[in-house]
């Protein structure tokens, strides 16, 4: 799972579906990084936190970290929460086959639509509870997927 920074958007994606994966007892590695550096080593933006809590999928221990390259030997499919980061990750494929591990998350629940999980960094608290509605929506599809 990742995003810009990694203390918004991903540490959501990551904990809904290491939750979601606990759930089925299914055997998947989930982490998640941002493209950008400016918040490694931090825990997420409280404001996340507060949601993802009163959720029930508290994500408190999540601690940032960067994207890398290694990454595409590690990740098997790797989910950008925008297009930036998208196009961000790609620049650090050096394959074909690292670029086919690369998905728009939101293209899962609504296929061919190229959406954007929209940053909720710079908005009030309604814009956190849409993330996770969208996040959660995403990631049933993609539990579904992993069961198959
Ligand atoms: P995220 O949100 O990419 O969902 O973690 C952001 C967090 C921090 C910044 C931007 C987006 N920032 O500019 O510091």
Same mark, same amino acid.
């Given at each position: 799972?990742v995003?810009?920074?990694?203390?918004?958007r &991903?540490?959501?994606a990551?904990?809904?579906?290491k939750?979601?994966?606990?759930n089925?007892?299914l055997d998947?590695?989930v982490d &998640?990084a941002?493209?950008a550096?400016?918040?490694?080593?931090?825990?997420?933006?409280?404001?996340?936190?507060?949601?993802?809590?009163?959720?029930?999928?508290p994500i408190?221990?999540?601690?940032?970290?960067?994207?890398?390259?290694? /990454?595409?030997q590690?990740?098997?499919?790797?989910?950008?929460? /925008? &297009?930036?980061?998208?196009?961000n990750?790609?620049?650090?494929?050096? &394959?074909a086959? /690292?670029?086919?591990?690369?998905?728009?998350?939101?293209?899962?629940?609504?296929?061919?639509?190229?959406?954007?999980?929209? /940053?909720?960094?710079?908005?009030g608290d309604?814009?956190?509870?849409?993330?996770?509605?969208?996040l959660?929506?995403?990631?049933?599809?993609?539990?579904?997927n992993?069961k198959?």
């Amino acid at each position: 799972m990742v995003c810009l920074g990694n203390i918004c958007r &991903s540490p959501l994606a990551d904990g809904l579906l290491k939750a979601k994966v606990k759930n089925e007892g299914l055997d998947v590695f989930v982490d &998640s990084a941002g493209t950008a550096g400016y918040h490694v080593g931090e825990a997420p933006d409280s404001r996340m936190r507060a949601t993802a809590r009163n959720f029930g999928v508290p994500i408190d221990n999540l601690k940032a970290r960067q994207f890398v390259a290694q /990454d595409f030997q590690d990740f098997d499919l790797i989910y950008a929460m /925008d &297009s930036s980061n998208y196009n961000n990750i790609l620049s650090l494929a050096s &394959s074909a086959e /690292d670029e086919a591990k690369v998905k728009l998350i939101l293209n899962e629940s609504h296929p061919g639509m190229n959406l954007a999980v929209p /940053d909720p960094y710079y908005g009030g608290d309604r814009g956190f509870i849409e993330v996770y509605e969208l996040l959660d929506e995403a990631t049933d599809v993609i539990i579904n997927n992993l069961k198959q």
